[in-house]
């Protein structure tokens, strides 16, 4: 079993200036919201969810992306709205949204 239910990266690479990169897409921003909303509903930790930043995750430009563990799932994200979905249909409940999800 896994230590996390669920553990969740966030590409926050930031390259050079004219570069794609998720960072300029605020997904610093956006990590730091998973992470406070995940608390906030009281699933953060042992057993339950880990919200990361990572480096780059090499896929920049479809950015920006995250990816779920241990479910191998990767998405795409405009808002806080889109996170509120990907937390609360996949992270809570277990369903893949579809509509964001990168192939």
């Known amino acids: 079993m896994s230590y996390f239910k669920h553990h ?60 779920v563990y241990p479910d191998e799932v990767w998405y795409t994200y405009v808002d806080k709205d889109d996170i509120d979905e990907i937390i609360d249909r996949h992270l809570r409940k277990g369903e893949i949204v579809e509509r964001l999800r990168l192939r």
């Open 8 to 67: 969740v990266f966030f590409c926050t690479n930031q390259r050079a200036e004219g570069e794609s990169c998720c960072n300029n897409h605020n997904a610093t921003e956006m990590q730091t919201y998973a992470k406070d909303r995940i608390g906030k509903l009281g699933l953060k930790g042992k057993g339950n969810i880990r919200i990361n930043k990572a480096g780059c995750l090499d896929r920049c430009d479809e950015g920006p992306v995250l990816v």
